[in-house]
């Protein structure tokens, strides 16, 4: 059997803020681009006749990653730490820039969960959750070394946004 290419892309579910989350999405993340936005038309369901005219989707693309915000979540279904998206960064710099990014305000007053901030984990202000994690944490915990994986790890649990240098000091045996 013989399978297709097929395209593979995340779609976040919000109640009325797909336009606004792939706007600051994408000005966040360098080569970004808002692709396509779709309006409620009056061919939907009874249900969202109150929504003709309004954002139904907004194609987007961050990093050149093809992304989907679609307006059509209930109010009931949170989003949830059971699907979060990994940065991996180059270094400091660039942890210190997404974390800095991902935990704005919005303008709106929405606040930024702060108990969701653990292990290089965030919940950014339309409630996605996101790990900003440096590649050296990536490359210790794919590298199979049990020692420097528990090194690592035992300094990620006590962090909230990674830091780099304890994570060097940690596997150095100087922290």
């Known amino acids: 059997m013989s399978i297709a290419p097929i395209s593979l892309y995340p779609c976040l579910f919000f109640e009325s803020q797909a336009e606004q989350a792939a706007r600051f999405y994408t000005s966040i ?20 006749k109150h929504l003709i005219g309004s954002v139904m989707s907004v194609a987007f693309t961050l990093n050149g990653m093809t992304w989907l915000a679609l307006n059509s979540k209930p109010k009931d279904i949170p989003m949830n730490e059971s699907v979060s998206f990994q940065i991996i960064c180059e270094g400091q710099e660039d942890v210190d820039y997404f974390w800095g990014k991902l935990t704005e305000a919005g303008d709106d007053g929405a606040e930024i969960d702060e108990s969701k901030q653990i292990c290089g984990w965030v919940k950014d202000r339309f409630g996605v959750h996101w790990q900003v994690v440096p590649r050296l ?3 210790v915990m794919t590298s ?5 994986m528990q090194k690592t790890m035992k300094a990620v649990m006590e962090m909230k946004k990674i830091v780099v240098k304890d994570i060097v000091d940690a596997l150095e045996g100087t922290a």
Do not use: L
């Open 29 to 48: 993340f360098p080569n970004s681009s808002i692709d396509t936005i779709n309006h409620f038309t009056d061919t939907g369901h009874d249900f969202q």
């Open 137 to 139: 944490v990536e490359e």
């Open 144 to 148: 199979g070394n049990a020692e420097r």
